[in-house]
């Protein structure tokens, strides 16, 4: 380390990035000190661990910082007004391209994220055994970093947009309007678990995300609707009020049951599935790793938060008497291909459907 670092970062137009040199040190991202990941483009590494796309090389790295460090002050940038499960779910990345270092003995700057670099850590976390669907979401929060990257004027290597992993649909259940009745009027529930009913009743018959369900009051009811303006989306959805709800309404005088996280609220759902007796066996086929394994489990055990909002949209559509975009609009769905994998119809639940056209009388 021994000459003063310029400030040369340029992105691949040419252009200069945010980064200016003055009194020997860097401004980057409006405001950050020179780090060890702006010496590493340098050549300076202090880990005295080979660079990952140059393989041991001894020219200096192209125009680039580490990549883990990027994420890190990007996310903790931006977290101020994410959820607090942004930054978790980008520690977990963390964790995994961590691993990966440690493993190789190899650094990983923006512009090593290629379609190499991606091929290997893709086989690497499938050695790992995790599931398909895990690997393809780490995936998306990479691909998502390094185009950041981009527009703050790193280099980057564009083949990593290359590199795909197949998708596989998120397995989850509904429950039936007939097995929403039944667990309405099970009676043999503790106090407290007929409170979490009820509040997990409302959510299978308004649609909206835990979130929105677990924070209604009485604002929101205003006539036969309710009115709310959604956290994730900011859309403002009205919803006609169900019968059931009404007793609700009745039950707790407009002081609904709320204050559980996810998790917990989570936790219940299943002890309450067990009890009122949502046994059926449910297949589930997934990729772990490079095997694809099957596996059957009671319902009760699939039973979430997220069930709720799940059974609403998908016990609508099968009534057959209102139409898609009208689903939407209670939903908060914006287009068609977002919806239809949303709803969760068997090939039994479209056959049912279908049996009574008249296309199958004389």
């Known amino acids: 380390m021994g000459h003063r670092p310029e400030c040369s970062v340029f992105a691949r137009t040419g252009r200069p990035s945010k980064a200016v040199a003055h ?14 990941a702006l010496k590493l483009i340098h050549g300076e590494n202090r880990f005295g661990k080979k660079d990952y796309i140059n393989r041991g090389a001894l020219a200096e790295p192209k125009t680039g910082v580490l990549f883990t460090e990027f994420i ?77 990257a981009a527009i703050y004027g790193y280099a980057v290597d564009p083949s990593f947009d290359d590199v795909q992993v197949k998708t596989e649909e998120t397995f989850s259940v509904y429950l039936s309007m007939n097995e929403i009745t039944r667990l309405y009027y099970y ?31 009485e604002s929101n009811f205003q006539g036969d609707f309710i009115v709310k303006t959604t956290k994730k989306t900011g859309t403002k959805v009205v919803i006609p009020v169900h019968d059931y709800i009404r007793e609700i309404i009745a039950r707790y005088h407009d002081k609904f049951p709320a204050g559980l996280s996810t998790q917990q609220f989570n936790r219940h759902l299943k ?10 066996p449910v297949i589930n086929t997934y990729t772990k790793g490079r095997e694809v394994i099957t596996e059957s489990k009671p319902k009760w055990q699939y ?44 090939q039994e639940d479209t056959i049912k459907q279908i049996a009574g056209d008249t296309f199958f009388r004389k």
Do not use: P
């Open 23 to 36: 009194s020997g040190r860097c401004s980057v991202l409006g405001g950050f000190k020179m780090t060890a």
């Open 72 to 148: 890190e002050k990007t996310v903790a940038r931006k977290q101020k007004r994410m959820k607090q499960s942004y930054s978790r779910n980008y520690k977990t990345l963390l964790y995994h391209l961590q691993n990966f270092t440690d493993e190789f003995d190899v650094n990983i700057y923006t512009n090593s994220v290629n379609e190499e670099f991606l091929d290997d850590f893709i086989t690497s976390l499938e050695e790992k055994e995790l599931k398909l669907g895990y690997i393809n979401y780490l995936l998306v929060l990479i691909k998502g970093m390094v185009k950041k």
């Open 187 to 217: 009676e043999n529930l503790t106090r407290i678990q007929k409170k979490w009913r009820d509040l997990f009743v409302l959510g299978c018959l308004t649609g909206l995300r835990y979130s929105d369900y677990s924070t209604l009051d």
């Open 271 to 280: 002890n309450i599935g067990r009890k009122v007796g949502f046994n059926e």
């Open 303 to 346: 039973i979430s938060s997220h069930t709720a909002r799940r059974s609403f949209a998908t016990n609508m559509y099968l009534t057959g008497r209102m139409k898609t975009h009208e689903i939407m609009a209670i939903t908060g769905h914006t287009t068609e291909r977002s919806f239809f994998r949303y709803i969760k119809v068997t």
